[in-house]
């Protein structure tokens, strides 16, 4: 039953359940037991990139601090084949490497070793409370979030210039226990600018659930439903009409699409997409979402 439809044919259920519950139980828990929420998820964007340093082990903690379950990260590889968490293509704005390595211009990511990544600052530039973060490589982030419990949507970051990094995350991501059913059911989304990377990584594992970032013609949707779950554009193109137009198509798995949009950094914009209808709200500030949208 499509997601925020299904509020209406669920009212009689949540009725007979106790409003403290309802308000306590997370939007996930409704709809796993096949209830469904009035509101959006609210997924931190790189973590909850407003309050700590974006794609470090503080920005998800600080996210789950704050009572949040997802979470949005970049992943990208290194010159070693070292997957590592990270959202620029260079390490300049998020790291100290121009300090570290004066002479490696212009500091790709995909230039240098994980063991010299491991050895840069990848907070100080956020703030002095969090010099001495580190750019995380996959392993340890995946670790992280087994720790915290929470879900993770994962976004495959200028693919193009990573060959083969489909292939590559989803064997990392099956030998952290990340493509068993369970998570694949409920704690794991992949998604990529990239419409050719999101039709590889379905076919390499139908069951992963994917996302199109972007906005494609509402003429192209049927096309895109054939292998991605999610559209997920920019809050600027979200209206009621073009998230109507996704949700009346199904998925590869035979799922209403859904639409996450991004990266929505206050109340206003928030309301705004909640009643164009969107499924998933991904944010820097997650408590001004949650705030905002809360019914
Ligand atoms: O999740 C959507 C958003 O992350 C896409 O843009 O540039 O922040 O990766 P960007
Ligand atoms: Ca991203």
Do not use: C
Not at 104 to 115: E, G, H, L, Y
Not at 284 to 292: S, T, Y
């Amino acid at each position: 039953m499509p997601m925020r439809s299904a509020v209406a044919a669920a009212t009689g259920l949540l009725l007979g359940m106790s409003a403290l519950a309802l308000t306590a139980a997370p939007a996930h828990a409704a709809s796993q037991q096949g209830l469904t929420r009035s509101t959006p998820i609210t997924i931190a964007h790189r973590g909850a990139s407003g309050y700590a340093p974006e794609n470090t082990l503080a920005a998800v903690n600080t996210a789950d601090k704050l009572g949040f379950e997802w979470v949005e990260n970049d992943v990208q590889r290194t010159k070693d084949g070292e997957l590592v968490v990270i959202h620029d293509t260079t390490l300049t704005r998020t790291t100290d490497v121009e300090q570290v390595f004066p002479d490696r211009s212009p500091w790709n990511v995909r230039d240098f070793t994980a063991k010299e990544i491991a050895r840069l600052d990848a907070g100080g530039w956020f703030s002095d409370a969090y010099a001495g973060e580190k750019v995380p490589t996959l392993d340890r982030y995946m670790k992280n979030l087994d720790r915290t419990g929470q879900r993770l949507l994962l976004e495959l970051k200028s693919p193009e210039l990573y060959p083969g990094i489909e292939a590559q995350t989803l064997k990392e991501l099956g030998a952290q226990g990340w493509t068993d059913r369970k998570h694949l059911q409920s704690r794991l989304i992949i998604q990529a600018f990239n419409a050719d990377t999101i039709k590889t990584t379905h076919t390499l594992n139908p069951t992963v659930k994917t996302g199109f970032l972007g906005n494609p013609k509402v003429s192209d949707l049927k096309s895109y439903a054939q292998f991605t779950d999610q559209i997920n554009p920019s809050y600027r193109a979200v209206t009621k009409d073009y998230v109507d137009a996704v949700h009346a198509l199904k998925g590869p798995q035979g799922k209403q699409m859904e639409v996450f949009t991004w990266t929505v950094n206050d109340g206003s914009t928030a309301r705004t997409v909640d009643a164009a209808g969107v499924d998933g709200i991904i944010t820097n500030f997650p408590d001004v979402v949650r705030e905002a949208t809360r019914n």
